[in-house]
């Protein structure tokens, strides 16, 4: 069993690269490892994706947009504790040099004997020391320690140092929220598991500005609206579930804390994680900025330091949990295919459109269709091979709808439309096909 799981994992990933979803960072000259590169297919994917997280949060009445800059005041990163905080654990293999996370040997593989697990070298390991995990740079010309600034490693403290910028110039009242969708930057020690963990990657969080005692109402609430999101694009429900963080397993700023978890291929694993912050971050930027960051409630007459609930994701994991989970071998009638079950939210490509020969005006008709849908949704025109060559193809891809022009559309302007997951096939006028099409991705639920 887990010799298939890695399979899958091996076949996925060398989709990917085939069909244009994700290829390694300078490939050329032999990667960089940790980062990864999003091909025509992925970037389209990973667009849909983080379209479904804003229009979910930013279509509220309380919730507002940002987009904060990745270089922030060095003195952002202290208040926040990551200077102090934002380590890990990293030892050195005397014998073969490679470096490991400490609290992760278990997990690791030697990288000179690759089929020895690193927790067998233990005896040549040196002592553990703490590794920071934030990039380091420079601002200006002179790089001395004056003039040190990091790579974000997340993007929420941009919305808390905005806090009151944002309450103030959209007129919002405390409960209310800031989304961002940003780049973000860890220096892992050691990076796995395809987009799991890697260097570079983005970020998709919201804030939740509260008031003290109403807290755990909202906490709540947005641990239910967060898993919701899950299943209605699409994700299998069994394959999805909370795990409650312990005092132990939670950050310093944590008063309650739940992770949504994902059974990979090499486990179960988070996805996002939803955490009651209390008032850490925006007391903490009080104090060491020496600016009031506290709220008046002009209703109440009472001013306090606002709690935060926030939702945060790193787009690469649950990005590549919907590859997975949309990952499919299928036999049809003795024929097998590959199908990614996206959600046709998600799908890179929404619909393909295809001439059945390449002959009677039917080129030029299927063009026409392709002219007229592009407009208002991503389509592929494909005229190569036999057709069922071609549904075999948008399959792989994800694409949800096959659009195929024939002798029939020459004479009664139809065309036939088929299901990527049922493969039924149905007549839809031309003239409202892009209208089926839209009603249907409005409608889809996943197959059982």
């Not at 690193?118 to 920071?132: D, H, K, V």
């Not at 007229?372 to 399959?395: E, I, P």
Request: include cysteine; charged fraction near 30%.
């Amino acid at each position: 069993m887990a010799q298939q799981k890695t399979d899958v994992m091996e076949k996925l990933v060398s989709l990917c690269k085939r069909r244009g979803f994700v290829f390694q960072s300078s490939e050329v000259y032999g990667g960089l490892n940790g980062c990864w590169d999003f091909g025509p297919l992925g970037v389209e994917l990973l667009r849909n994706f983080k379209e479904a997280w804003w229009q979910a949060m930013t279509s509220r009445e309380d919730v507002e947009g940002i987009d904060a800059s990745i270089l922030m005041h060095p003195r952002t990163w202290e208040a926040s504790g990551h200077v102090e905080h934002f380590t890990d654990p990293m030892v050195d293999c005397r014998e073969c040099k490679a470096r490991f996370r400490a609290d992760q040997i278990e997990d690791m593989t030697c990288p000179k004997h690759t089929n020895r697990p690193a927790a067998r070298c233990q005896a040549n390991f040196t002592e553990a020391r703490q590794f920071n995990l934030m990039f380091k740079t420079f601002v200006g010309p002179v790089e001395d320690e004056g003039s040190v600034v990091y790579l974000r490693p997340e993007t929420c403290q941009g919305i808390y140092v905005n806090f009151l910028n944002v309450q103030a110039s959209a007129r919002q009242k405390v409960p209310f929220g800031i989304a961002q969708v940003g780049k973000a930057f860890r220096n892992e020690i050691n990076t796995k598991n395809f987009l799991y963990r890697v260097r570079e990657f983005e970020q998709m969080e919201m804030q939740f500005f509260v008031k003290p005692g109403t807290d755990e109402e909202w906490f709540e609430y947005w641990r239910q609206e967060r898993m919701k999101w899950y299943l209605d694009l699409g994700m299998t429900p069994e394959k999805v579930r909370f795990h409650h963080q312990v005092p132990e397993e939670r950050a310093h700023y944590a008063k309650e804390a739940y992770d949504i978890y994902y059974e990979f291929p090499f486990g179960w694993s988070e996805i996002e994680g939803v955490h009651n912050r209390t008032d850490y971050d925006l007391s903490r930027h009080q104090q060491y900025s020496g600016k009031n960051l506290t709220y008046f409630d002009d209703q109440s007459q009472e001013r306090y330091t606002p709690y935060v609930i926030e939702t945060s994701v790193g787009v690469g994991r649950p990005l590549m949990a919907f590859l997975v989970d949309a990952y499919r071998e299928e036999e049809v009638r003795g024929e097998k295919r590959t199908v990614l079950r996206f959600h046709p939210r998600l799908a890179p490509i929404k619909a393909a459109v295809f001439p059945l020969v390449n002959r009677d005006h039917m080129p030029e008709v299927a063009q026409r269709v392709v002219a007229d849908l592009r407009l208002y949704l991503r389509v592929f025109y494909d005229d190569g091979g036999a057709v069922g060559r071609r549904y075999r193809r948008m399959d792989e891809v994800g694409t949800p709808y096959c659009v195929t022009v024939d002798s029939q559309t020459l004479q009664d302007e139809t065309v036939t439309v088929r299901d990527r997951d049922s493969m039924e096939q149905v007549r839809v006028p031309i003239s409202g096909l892009r209208g089926h099409i839209e009603e249907r991705i409005r409608t889809w639920r996943r197959p059982e």
